[in-house]
């Protein structure tokens, strides 16, 4: 069972360029959520998708930052605008179902640099 | 908003000895409470979780223990080993999905 597939691994943008990040979810599993974490600090909540849906949003910047999750395809984490302070890494996590009767399960996560 | 302190943020113990970290929470309705593992430059792998209804548990070397009351869980590496050697984070649920998670413990352990 393949886990949380995220890609590209290492992006590199520079600034005002677009960044698209991408995730497939486990197998099995309907739930995504996304993360960004600065070097040396813990895990920041971002956004929790459903398929089709947005269920939250609160650690979404407001301006440049977009997220979907498609009836077909992965799910997409979109920054419009790059900026240096954009620069992190940015973790994808499913889970089967909400309530965390499942626990989340991560991705590799891409590595986002701004020049 | 829930808000989970670790600590400490950085642990060194010599091989065979136990390794012990230790999260506090503020939301008191936080049921959930995972904890994860991080190599560098490799993804957080859950290694144990605890849900509020259990004091307790354990898995070989790795044990996690809650109080509710206190809202404080710990995290006990017993035998530690080399591969043990990694950034260990702590979360708290928040609501349904949630989590929050606090910064991190590097753990080093000494041949």
């Known amino acids: 069972n393949a886990g949380v597939m995220q890609n590209p691994r290492h992006l590199v943008r520079r600034r005002g360029q677009e960044a698209r990040l991408r995730c497939s979810p486990m197998?099995?599993?309907?739930?995504v959520y996304w993360y960004r974490q600065l070097p040396e600090e813990g895990l920041k909540f971002m956004v929790y998708?459903?398929?089709?849906?947005?269920?939250?949003e609160s650690g979404m910047p407001k301006e440049r930052f977009s997220a979907e999750f498609p009836k077909e395809g992965p799910s997409i984490l979109r920054i419009q605008q790059v900026v240096r302070g954009d620069s992190a890494a940015y973790f994808c996590?499913?889970?089967?179902?909400?309530?965390?009767?499942?626990?989340?399960?991560f991705g590799d996560g891409t590595r986002l640099s701004i020049l | 908003g829930e808000n989970v302190e670790q600590h400490p943020s950085t642990l060194s113990v010599q091989e065979g000895d136990s390794a012990v970290i230790k999260c506090t929470y503020s939301d008191s309705a936080s049921n959930y409470f995972p904890w994860y593992k991080q190599e560098l430059g490799k993804r957080p792998q859950l290694i144990i979780d605890?849900?509020?209804?259990?004091g307790e548990k354990k898995d070989q070397r790795i044990a996690v223990t809650l109080n509710k009351t206190a809202k404080h869980f710990s995290l006990h590496i017993t035998e530690t080993q080399p591969e043990d050697s990694a950034v260990y984070f702590c979360?708290?649920?928040?609501?349904?999905?949630?989590?929050?998670f606090g910064a991190g413990t590097t753990v080093t352990v000494r041949a």
């Open positions: 979360a708290a649920s928040i609501g349904d999905y949630k989590l929050s």
């Open positions: 996590a499913s889970s089967p179902e909400q309530g965390l009767g499942q626990p989340q399960h």
């Open positions: 605890i849900r509020s209804n259990v």
């Open positions: 998708l459903q398929k089709e849906n947005i269920i939250d």
């Open positions: 197998k099995g599993h309907s739930h």
